[in-house]
């Protein structure tokens, strides 16, 4: 087969091209753009795909939404809203301009972006899967790459607000180029200087490697061993991989069968001159095997350890030339295909997240072939990341955040009082039949055969399809519905039966410390970040206890007992008991806990001093909580908000932002709320700043990154400047009144 003309070109079979559309133009120097007012947000009971309509027919059947524009960047044409005065007309406002992003299922969708390595993985995928991408998509995606190069050393870094490195330069890079970039395109003329100066991709981290390799572009030498026998290590073994973090282990998977097979795309014109591109010398005399450990500065954020590295010499040496036997290959192959099998039925292809996504799809296509069922059903679930906003086209960080940023919403709502106004009733009646539709009902079909925590009753992040139980995200979700529920005149759609089975599940995530992880219990050592083969990432090998996660796991199991006193009643209170224990053991010297799930210490120090709450700790009558409102209140900024940079999530101490931010002022101002704080004068000044910082139809405006995950990449959640304004508006007006702070 020829592959000669990149992906521009492809069709699946059987597949037409639309004719080329008046709608996609091109500047001067030849930049194209998408027509923006036919982009259209799809939500299909939480599964959110954007759609490119191309005909005038189409655009008449499915006009374009608010949300839709709003996601966009274009115009809503939302109307001004009466100047807010007080916290309560601030937070109506707020909702007022929220509640028109609401989408037709009941839950709320938004950019999760930030990542810049997960873009490559999917159009990588699509390119060696032979997968038509459309043309606006491809329009799309580069000006999103073209947006976020640094304008300084035209690189990409490991996310948005990062440094260049070779990771996010040398993906990006192919990306674009596979995209049909031309090679000598001055932005991609500056990009190859850069790589070139840092070395060229050979000094790219792990997973850069693996996709080069599979892209045919490098040798399989270059890529360090990711051997599926270990899928066949006895569960016992500590370093076993069912005991890792499961995005690690979820990711480890796939790759290994790909390695296992080394699995290459055919050369073609495409990929040939980008072996000429992305290296400093001609390929032919680089001699790959030598660079297995190069790696830049830049992406080396957490070196391998000598164990490690002497294990991978074992493989590469010892184990794979000589001892290697063809019928264990065969053995592990198998087994992790069938693994792979079960993760894509058990999430209707849609996958644990971004990364083995897309890996999955490589894995059916290489062992079932382009037009299986498997890798018909992965073509149609990967969109489901993808997210498109002014800048263009981009991969989210998971298939949305639709059950976390509705829960917190009715949270807020809850909180400000607006649950029993009847004009945001019917919208929070939506939100609430969200949630009842994404609670999970099922365990999955060979629950301990492939290793997963139980998970009927559970929420998860985004959606029931993706199926995954996350101990925080239960909790928030769990909270919503019983707040919401305990509220006359709201349906009980959660039965007292399903809210037990929410708590069963959170009953079984403890940890012997007492904290709570994210999506189970922590089953290995800690000895196992020896073993941490990624380089850019820290903490990743396996779960740990998280303030956030116990926090929110105590908040419900708090609430659940109010209402149902005779459940499970001794082991929850042991359960609580036992996790804020684990919360107080955790605080810093100097009052503060570290984040590691939003930025950073801000982050955590408002849930941890929500659980102290909850047991009655505060600040008359606990140090601990004096000392940490002391931390956060050392920290206020001239204009009274807070501000705190992602650098605090990589260094662990706290980094001061040059301006202050209104989603920390508000988790600052919450922190504050629970703690009992007996001045009102800071939260005045913050609130103050929060309100100023509206915008006249009740807005707020995007600001600094506010998440972030394995100590060093960070993620956006832009509905927390909705959410969590909300919320503090609310517990503000309930504690020192609803007094003028305009
Ligand atoms: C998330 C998003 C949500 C987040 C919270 C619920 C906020 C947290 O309290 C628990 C952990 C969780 C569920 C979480 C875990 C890691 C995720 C899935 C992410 C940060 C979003 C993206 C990230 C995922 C690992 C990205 C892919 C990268 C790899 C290294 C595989």
């Known amino acids: 087969m020829a592959h000669t003309k990149g992906v521009v070109n492809r069709r699946a079979k059987g597949e037409v091209e639309k004719p080329t559309n008046g709608h996609i133009t091109a ?38 939404s608010t949300a839709d524009k709003y996601h966009l960047g274009l115009e809503t044409g939302l109307p001004k809203l009466p100047a ?40 990588i995928t699509w390119y060696v899967t032979e997968t038509p991408v459309p043309e606006a998509w491809k329009i799309e995606i580069k ?60 000094y790219g981290p792990h997973w850069a490697k693996f996709w080069l390799a599979v892209l045919g572009i490098a040798s399989w030498d270059l890529v360090n061993p990711v051997p599926p026998e270990f899928w066949l290590l006895p569960d016992w073994v500590p370093l076993a991989p069912w005991r890792w973090w499961i995005h690690m282990r979820m990711v480890f998977l796939p790759m290994s069968y790909v390695y ?24 032919e005399k680089i001699n790959f095997l030598s660079h297995r450990n190069s790696i830049h500065a830049k992406d080396n954020y957490h070196p391998k350890s000598w164990l490690l590295n002497s294990i991978n010499w074992g493989l590469v040496n010892v184990w794979n030339p000589y001892l290697r036997p063809n019928f264990l290959i065969k053995k592990a192959e198998n087994w992790v295909w069938w693994l792979v099998q079960e993760e894509d039925h058990n999430t209707e292809y849609s996958n644990l ?111 029931k399809k993706q199926g995954y139980t996350v101990s925080d995200c239960t909790s928030e979700a769990l909270k919503a519905v019983m707040l919401l529920q305990n509220i006359p005149g709201y349906p009980q759609l959660i039965s007292a039966a399903r809210q037990q089975q929410a708590i069963d599940v959170l009953l079984t995530m403890q940890n012997p410390s007492g904290g709570c992880a994210s999506y189970e219990p922590t089953r290995g050592p800690a000895y196992l970040e020896w073993f941490n083969a990624a380089e850019v990432f820290g903490r990743i090998m396996i779960e740990y206890d998280y303030p956030e996660c116990t926090t ?9 007992t109010e209402r149902f006193p005779d459940y499970r009643t001794s082991h929850i209170a ?46 008359e009558n606990s140090e601990r ?21 992602y650098k605090s999530c990589e260094t662990g101490t706290y980094c001061q932002h040059a301006q202050s931010q209104v989603v920390q002022t508000a988790w600052v101002c919450i922190a504050l709320l629970e703690a009992g704080y007996p001045e009102p004068e800071p939260l005045k000044k913050a609130l103050g700043m929060v309100m100023g910082r509206q915008c006249a139809n009740g807005e707020w405006k995007q600001e600094a990154i506010e998440g972030v995950f394995n100590k060093s990449c960070m993620i956006s959640y832009p509905n927390y400047k909705f959410t969590f304004t909300i919320k503090a508006m609310g517990m503000f007006a309930e504690k020192w009144g609803n007094i003028e702070l305009l």
């Open 27 to 64: 500047n001067a120097v030849g930049e194209q753009k998408t027509d923006y007012s036919r982009w259209r947000l799809k939500d299909d009971d939480g599964c959110q795909t954007w759609h490119y309509l191309e005909t005038d027919e189409e655009l008449k059947a499915w006009p374009q």
């Open 84 to 123: 807010a005065k007080t916290p309560l007309e601030s937070a109506a406002n707020g909702l007022s301009f929220f509640s028109h992003l609401q989408l037709p299922p009941g839950n709320w969708a938004c950019e999760y972006g930030g990542p810049m390595f997960l873009l490559p993985c999917a159009v």
């Open 143 to 202: 000006n999103y790459l073209y947006a976020r190069q640094n304008p300084e050393d035209g690189g990409w870094g490991l996310h948005i607000e990062g440094e260049s490195s070779v990771f996010g330069t040398s993906m990006n890079y192919v990306v674009l180029r596979l995209l049909g970039a031309g090679a000598e395109d001055p932005r991609i003329i500056k990009a190859r200087g850069l790589l070139h100066e840092m070395g060229g991709a050979v």
């Open 260 to 283: 296992s097979k080394r699995w290459q795309y055919p050369l073609n014109d495409v990929t040939r001159s980008l072996q000429q591109e992305l290296f400093t010398e001609p390929v």
């Open 353 to 463: 997240g971004p990364v083995n996504g897309p890996m999955n799809t490589l894995v059916c296509y290489i062992q079932e072939g382009p037009d299986s069922y498997s890798v018909q059903e992965h073509r149609k679930t990967l969109p489901e990341f993808l997210w498109v906003k002014g800048e263009g086209m981009l991969m989210n960080g998971t298939n949305g955040v639709q059950v976390w940023d509705t829960a917190f919403l009715i949270q807020a709502c809850v909180t400000a009082g607006f649950a029993q106004d009847p004009k945001w009733k019917p919208m929070l009646i939506k939100a609430l039949e969200f949630l009842e539709a994404q609670q999970i009902r099922e365990e999955v079909r060979e629950q301990k055969k492939s290793y997963r925590q139980s998970r009927k009753g559970a929420w998860g992040f985004s959606t």
């Open 552 to 560: 929110a796991v105590v908040g419900a199991l708090s609430m659940f």
């Open 574 to 619: 042991d359960f609580k008991q036992r996790a804020v224990e684990y919360i107080r053991t955790s605080q810093h010297a100097d009052g503060s806990w570290y984040g590691s799930w939003g930025i950073c210490f801000t982050y955590a120090g408002m849930f941890a001093l929500e659980a102290l709450a909850s047991v009655g700790e505060n600040y």
């Open 625 to 645: 909580v004096r000392r940490a409102c002391r931390f956060f209140l050392d920290r206020q900024m001239e204009d009274g908000g807070w501000g705190e940079t």
